[in-house]
Each structure stands twice: as structure tokens, then as C-alpha cells.
């Protein structure tokens, strides 16, 4: 049983993280060979306050760039 585990930053949508989750159980099938029913995706989605960059958290990142949080 695959399990793939991906870490982002939070801020996607339903329908993108459906498409990762989808696009990656797809990578896992063709070049494992792993039936499709057996593979588990798991996405951890943190805050943008508990992502930093260069010692700055994204949320400031995007604050000092106008940006919405």
C-alpha cells in the first residue's frame, strides 16, 4: 500500500488539492505498478503564520507584498 505524504502551505483549493491528490495517485500506479485502490494520499496543509522562509513566515511574506492573508 503507497502512501504518498505532501506538505503545503495552505491556500489551495477543493479542486486543486482533488487534482493533486488525483495527478499523484496516477504517478504512483503507472511507475509502481500499484493498483490504484491501494494508494493513500495524505496532504498537510499549514498555516502561512507556521511557514517560514529565510527566518520570515510566509504570512509576512505576503503581507509586505499587499498580499491577503
Not at 22 to 49: M, N, Q, S, W
Request: net charge positive.
Amino acid at each position: 500500500m503507497p502512501l504518498v505524504q505532501v506538505t503545503m502551505v495552505e491556500g489551495r483549493t477543493p479542486a486543486q488539492k482533488r487534482a493533486l491528490m488525483e495527478k499523484l495517485t496516477d504517478a504512483v500506479v503507472e511507475t509502481l505498478g500499484a493498483k490504484r485502490e491501494t494508494v493513500r494520499v495524505i496532504l498537510y496543509e499549514v498555516p502561512k503564520a507556521h511557514w517560514g522562509v529565510g527566518g520570515v513566515s510566509k504570512a509576512e511574506q505576503d503581507a509586505a507584498r499587499g498580499e491577503g492573508p
